[in-house]
């Protein structure tokens, strides 16, 4: 975005030096979950249906951006070029890679189990429309 707004250069991007890093998800306390499981599954049933709508309608889904955001439209048209899985899941992996850079790089001593942390039981089954 910077490079757009000529404010900077692009030397390389981020997901050239890691591939398919994971930048976000969707967090929700505990006691939010156990207050609120059925809210909680509309919402991701919201977003697992805008994700398809994303890569079965791309250009339609980008115009959206400039729309509601106020971002240029040729600026947010380069940063929402990002590949994401339409199930709401990452694949298999990359998270595991990225712990495991954590550990070569010292931000982590050692393997932890992301069991505790991602939880995709909310998520609506694979497939369903």
């Known amino acids: ?7 900077s250069r692009l030397l390389s ?9 994971v930048f976000s998800g969707v967090f929700f306390s505990n006691a ?8 909680v599954r509309a919402f991701l049933r919201g977003l697992v249906k805008s994700f398809v709508f994303i890569h079965e309608h791309g250009a339609e889904a980008m115009e959206f951006i400039p729309k509601y955001t106020g ?14 899985s339409v199930t709401g899941r990452e694949p ?17 001593s050692k393997a932890v189990s992301l069991d505790p942390v991602i939880d995709y039981s909310y998520l ?3 497939g369903e429309k």
């Open 124 to 126: 609506p089954p694979i």
């Open 13 to 21: 991007s981020f997901h050239d030096i890691i591939p398919n890093f």
């Open 71 to 84: 971002v240029e439209r040729d600026v947010a048209l380069v940063c929402s070029t990002r590949n994401f």
């Open 32 to 39: 939010f979950l156990d207050a609120h499981p059925e809210q």
């Open 92 to 108: 298999d992996g990359f998270i595991d890679h990225q712990r495991d850079l954590m550990i070569k790089f010292g931000f982590l």
């Open 1 to 7: 975005m910077l490079e757009e707004h000529g404010v």
